[in-house]
């Protein structure tokens, strides 16, 4: 006869859950205090509020504020160049047309993206008048794969778009070979990999262009806003008129060079985000020492594998730690009631994602636009699909007990899903 413990029953069925998180919160993200705000924050926005100038003074110049930050983000990042936008989304649109020169009219050919990313991945891609060409995965980072990059190019092919997911870095060394043999431009996304490094270098100054996203959960963030980092000279001028309705950099207010959009910022969120960069390394470095701490721990417990990190990632940004979940050694419950029973235990997972390719959104594109949207074989995202649990950064942001707390209660799910409890 199986003995129950009381300690067993799962809260999602009553019991009592291993964290109550009314009396003990997670840490709040972003992180902040009187401290701070009364020697950095609140200074550098009286500031801007006192200077009369909240956003771009004159065409095509950033205000004080957001020039000062996209210049110090792009050294942080090792690139010549940079500039702010108002979200990762419109970032990494700019990124597109800058890099491609496109002017959104018309489709120019196809640009190979993941199947397992955020949605503006692709839209991004297809806004600018661009095919998509969603690939596979690399099994253990789930990080553009380069072998399926390869196999889906042809002769429409422009441009390849890695994604940094969860805060690792792509195989970015295998993706510009591929990229150099066949004459292709690299956009990188890199809204979840603030700090992240190839070999000793920031991602986002490894393609052609970089997109950053400033976003509320963000390892880097003033609640919204994002920045395209570079080093080629005549991307950032595209990128400058782009974002400024199309204006020539230095030239008149009504004088339109090309067609472009309202994509400026304001000075406000720059003064934010100057503070916060200088906190940006010992975060990493906590998130990366905890990350390292949950991994061992989680060794110890069949069915669940930590991320892995690939010997090219000298930096994992660690926005998201995300772990598979294998069902059968579980009782056979699914991700989704092993995401449920943990959230009820007071760990606030969240489940990975589900192939891009297969949402409503692109599916109404491929059916109502014929050859814009192409898929390609992607079998280790197949493998991995439904498995995904997600810890995110700002759980990671914790102390060695929180991370006790998360170890526990998926040790207590899996006794509790092996007995019936």
């Not at 942080?76 to 800058?98: E, N, V």
């Not at 995110?392 to 019936?420: C, H, P, W, Y």
Request: glycine content about 8%.
């Amino acid at each position: 006869m199986i003995i129950r413990r009381k300690s067993d029953s799962l809260a999602v069925h009553g019991g009592a859950p291993v964290r109550d998180v009314a009396t003990k919160p997670w840490p709040a993200w972003p992180h902040v205090s009187e401290e701070e705000w009364e020697q950095a924050i609140g200074p550098a926005l009286k500031d801007v509020y006192l200077s009369s100038v909240e956003a771009d003074p004159a065409p095509n110049k950033p205000g004080p504020k957001a020039g000062a930050f996209a210049d110090a983000f792009a050294r942080y990042c090792g690139t010549r160049y940079g500039i702010m936008t108002p979200s990762g989304t419109t970032a990494l649109s700019l990124a597109i047309q800058a890099a491609l020169d496109a002017t959104g009219l018309d489709d120019r050919g196809e640009v190979i993206v993941p199947d397992y990313t955020y949605v503006a991945s692709a839209s991004s891609v297809l806004l600018a008048g661009y095919s998509v060409v969603f690939a596979d995965i690399h099994p253990e980072t789930f990080t553009l794969d380069p072998y399926s990059v390869e196999a889906a190019i042809t002769d429409r092919t422009v441009a390849i778009l890695p994604v940094h997911v969860a805060g690792h870095p792509a195989d970015m060394d295998a993706i510009n070979r591929i990229a150099r043999k066949h004459g292709l431009k690299v956009i990188e996304d890199c809204a979840q990999a603030h700090g992240a490094e190839v070999n000793g270098h920031k991602v986002g100054s490894l393609g052609d262009a970089g997109a950053y996203s400033f976003q509320a959960t963000k390892n880097l963030t003033a609640g919204e806003s994002g920045a395209v980092i570079t080093n080629d000279q005549a991307i950032f001028e595209r990128v400058q008129r782009i974002r400024d309705m199309g204006r020539q950099p230095g030239g008149k207010r009504w004088e339109y060079a090309t067609l472009g959009w309202n994509y400026r910022t304001s000075d406000y969120l720059a003064a934010i985000l100057q503070v916060r960069l200088k906190n940006l390394d010992e975060q990493s470095a906590h998130r990366n020492a905890n990350a390292a701490f949950l991994t061992e721990r989680l060794r110890e417990i069949e069915g669940i594998t930590p991320p892995h990190t690939m010997p090219w990632a000298t930096r994992h940004a660690y926005h998201l730690y995300a772990i598979l979940y294998h069902a059968p050694a579980f009782g056979g419950h699914s991700r989704d009631e092993f995401v449920d029973a943990l959230r009820a235990e007071g760990i606030p997972v969240v489940a990975g994602y589900s192939p891009l390719s297969q949402t409503q959104a692109m599916t109404s594109v491929a059916t109502k636009h014929p050859g814009r949207i192409r898929v390609v074989a992607r079998p280790n995202l197949e493998a991995i699909e439904g498995q995904a649990v997600w810890v995110t950064q700002d759980m990671l942001m914790g102390t060695r007990q929180d991370l006790d707390d998360i170890v526990e209660a998926i040790a207590k799910v899996k006794r509790s899903f092996n007995v019936g409890i």
